[in-house]
């Protein structure tokens, strides 16, 4: 009698270890697979590893697209499709995944609103903006003026080329403010830039989109970031 209550005492550590564990195993699989809210879908994760972020870094991540210097040709593009079925350049996608992991470590919730976008896309948001204007009351010309604002003529707008993003807030967990506050002090260290700031209208041609973001490259970024130059100016592409 007396010898089995010892055994029992002595199993009881290994019992409870083993308990923990499997808590702990249980508790991971649970984070993994509904506390994380990963917006993206981990099954289109494309197998690229830039391993150094700097690697990301290179011309093609540098095209200037805007109301002068219009897309030359619809390039085919490896676009990665997000869980929310927004697409974006499979290029950008480990970098950007990147930064929303971090993002939500710091307690803020952003979204992927705009990605990618074909002509005929660009054409329509174009479309409905004037049509918004004009019902308004705006004359053709002035609506026209009002869109172009915000709106880029199709040919000439970042989301064609699959490395502009809108990122807004998720809506339940975190404010717009917080979201754009985040990136516009961090996103140049993934290699994203605040593409149309309040002092660049002159040289953009866009209004200040406080959530459009362009990807770069992490140098490109970091220097742009750092002298508060715009890419036009950075490219030495000013009109
Ligand atoms: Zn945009």
Redesign the pocket.
């Known amino acids: 009698m007396s010898t089995h209550t010892q055994q029992t005492k002595k199993r009881r550590p290994y019992l409870f270890i083993c308990i923990l564990i499997l808590l702990i195993a249980l508790a991971g699989i649970f984070v993994q697979r509904f506390a994380g809210t990963d917006i993206y879908n981990k099954a289109s994760l494309p197998s690229i590893d830039f391993g150094n972020e700097n690697e990301a870094d290179g011309e093609w991540c540098l095209i200037l697209v805007n109301k002068w210097h219009p897309l030359e040709t619809e390039n085919e593009i490896d676009l990665t499709e997000l869980s929310n079925g927004q697409c974006v350049d499979s290029r950008i996608y480990p970098q950007l995944q990147k930064m929303f992991d971090d993002m939500r470590d710091d307690g803020v919730y952003p979204v992927v609103a705009?990605g990618y976008r074909t002509e005929q896309e660009q054409q329509q948001i174009y479309d409905e903006s004037m049509a918004e204007y004009i019902e308004k009351g705006y004359s053709e010309s002035d609506a026209k003026t009002e869109t172009e604002r915000w709106v880029a003529i199709p040919g000439t707008s970042e989301?064609q080329l699959g490395l502009?993003v809108?990122i807004n807030a998720d809506g339940i967990n975190s404010y717009g403010y917080e979201v754009y506050n985040w990136l516009a002090q961090n996103a140049y260290r993934y290699g994203f830039i605040y593409r149309y700031p309040e002092n660049k209208v002159a040289i953009t041609g866009i209004a200040n989109?406080p959530w459009?973001y362009r990807y770069v490259g992490v140098n490109a970024a970091t220097e742009i970031y750092k002298r508060g130059i715009c890419l036009e100016e950075y490219l030495g592409e000013t009109n």
Do not use: Q, W
Request: charged share 35%; glycine share 16%; net charge negative.
């Open positions: 705009s989301h502009g809108d989109e459009h």
